[in-house]
């Protein structure tokens, strides 16, 4: 995990479990294949933590140290011989089982503090934790956890969305309850993380459903998810609801738009069709768009989009249509028309919206954001907002 | 950095460049918002390492504690007043200009340990890094850096991979000039990553290419690339050098396909259009395939695939046509044609190839996969493979 090709995923999952049955997380270590300097590391950890759960490093191999590491530091134990390493374990301490691999877990403990040794492979090491290493912890927690909820926002900027929600939220932390609340700007959307540490799950949850509402209150329908779900599925959610279906013509989004449609579960019951006209040609001959109308306002206008639009949605008799028309990248910019132009049409049952917006970004960044931009389009028409 | 939220990717981006210079990552270390367990951190690793660098920590808010742990550590200082911190320099520390944002970095010695200190947004500390730490860097190393080079591999198992491969890197271990190998499997690819230890970026360019090329002639036309080029940027090239177009049309992979071709800068040169027929009656219209035909072989069949890449070419004119079917998931399986069942066709100037597959995994990664598997298709045509 010490190359710059490998995202550590396994300690994010390790938090939030730990969080969740009320455990703080203070230091998180990623250390290579020395035995010394691990041994020197726990060594240290020792002296504070109450909880040390380390994964990876007790395969068969011969650079799987962390076992190794631990006995030295615990029990003053040589290096196990390595044609036995998986069988050997350190004196005192409880094997955990591996159904889904061949290396098991650790349990041990110095003193007032425990030692977690989990495999390495997330397939392994989140069944052995949901499993075992739960209900181990569970004795040695307040039952004070920490619970999360994440707001998903989109069409605001970061600034306006704090603005906004920081005189709400700036009052939490006082309460008897505390929330902690943390804006993250992600692409195409802003999340508000709320985090309340609570008793239990149930107390939790109380205070995060008013909390929810009240920044709903004031940032109104740019909140499109409180539960995880995302745009895509939300969408999906509301065509479904209303038993409509939807077709796309795209341009500079390329497929995008319809691919993140299609990325939801039974999407097949509301996706009719989706055409990707890249060339004038095929916008001309897939749509039917008129010539004149393309030389009169360009491709990227809003007359277009709009008629991109219209003829999807007619040919495929569907009751929501959507056209995007726009310059992705890094050529084809004019000073009239920079690039990340994007015009959107939406038109459901007869009512039609077009909007123009001005992305900021590279190639992918501007696709992801006019798909962002167009999918929120149809969740506000669908809302009725 | 320390909930489940945050992926760390600075430590990436730092460890290929300390890499390449020569400096090996040891360990790495993500700590909260506290002074005293930072400055006991620190203590411990200016017990073994020539270098430190911090990232974050350095900004005028109140939990930018980088500074105060340094300065604690290292000069026995006080904690700095909080409405002048971010003026305050620990006493010996150079200042490095931050000409991307308002929180400058620092350089301190300590013995023999440089600790450097960065801003934590990427678009602050990677310019401060290349523009001076790299220079600073240069007479605290050896010359002989890490130098890496990544084969991506697609159409074949990892095991195949290893299989035909281990016994060809197996034997740079022990070179005058060695490079390690590591085999990673990534949804849809595999990938080889060489890294070789040289004095110079040429000597290593050397070795690497050379290695590169053995494997080449072991692994064949499995290898897409050696250059970092996307499997789309491959296929894009190959179109533009030969003047082609292309386009295509797509039931399960619902326009990832098509969103990947136009992913690529100056896509729009070889991208016709796409079409994603959802519907069976999207199918016959928009593609004219025959209802018998569906009806005789299944919407999802080697026929229809055959069918829709066939009528993509004709309708667009184009000289690539590719035809995508099959069955996503979750629903829509049979025992016969299971989820991840997926026909691909490709047409080139009136030759045509059509083959089955059969995925593993949910939704999106089927999606990825069938993406993936017909890009490589137009790959191999091209190259008359």
């Known amino acids: 995990m010490l190359t710059p090709f490998r995202v550590d995923t396994n300690s994010l999952f390790i938090t939030e479990r730990l969080n969740e049955v009320g455990i703080d997380v203070r230091l998180k270590l990623v250390a290579g294949d020395d035995v010394e300097a691990l041994a020197e590391l726990l060594q240290t950890a020792l002296g504070w933590a109450d909880l040390i759960v380390m994964t990876g490093g007790l395969g068969p191999t011969e650079d799987d140290i962390t076992r190794a590491a631990n006995a030295r530091l615990l029990r003053g134990m040589t290096m196990p011989q390595i044609n036995r390493r998986q069988a050997l374990v350190p004196r005192g301490a409880d094997v955990l089982p591996n159904p889904n691999g061949t290396a098991p877990g650790l349990w041990l403990e110095h003193g007032r ?132 279906t939807i077709a796309v013509a795209e341009s500079c989004t390329g497929g995008l738009l319809a691919s993140r449609l299609t990325d939801v579960p039974g999407s097949s019951a509301y996706v009719d069709r989706g055409v990707v006209c890249y060339s004038n040609r095929a916008k001309i001959e897939l749509l039917g768009i008129a010539e004149t109308l393309i030389a009169e306002h360009g491709a990227v206008s809003e007359a277009v989009a709009r008629a991109m639009a219209e003829a999807i949605l007619a040919q495929a008799g569907a009751n929501v249509g959507v056209g995007v028309t ?47 931009a167009a999918l929120n389009m149809v969740r506000l028409m669908l809302a009725g907002g």
Chains 1, 2 share one sequence.
């Open 113 to 244: 503090t425990a030692l977690v040794l989990l495999p390495g492979p997330p397939r392994e090491m989140k069944p052995m934790f949901e499993a075992i290493v739960v209900d181990r912890l569970a004795p040695r927690t307040s039952g004070a956890g920490l619970f999360r909820r994440v707001l998903r926002i989109t069409g605001r900027t970061e600034s306006d969305v704090d603005a906004t929600a920081q005189p709400i939220y700036g009052a939490w932390t006082a309460q008897a309850v505390p929330i902690a609340t943390t804006i993250l700007a992600v692409l195409g959307q802003i999340e508000l993380h709320l985090t309340a540490r609570a008793a239990s799950r149930s107390e939790a949850d109380a205070v995060l459903d008013a909390a929810v509402a009240e920044l709903g209150d004031v940032l109104g329908d740019s909140v499109y998810s409180t539960d995880g779900r995302s745009l895509e599925a939300v969408v999906g959610d509301a065509l479904r609801s209303k038993r409509f």
């Open 326 to 372: 726009g310059i992705a990248g890094p050529g084809g910019g004019t000073p009239q028309k920079p690039v990340g132009t994007v015009a959107i049409a939406v038109v459901v049952d007869g009512d039609a919206r077009v909007r123009t917006f001005q992305f900021v970004g590279g190639r992918e960044q501007v696709k992801f954001q006019a798909a962002q």
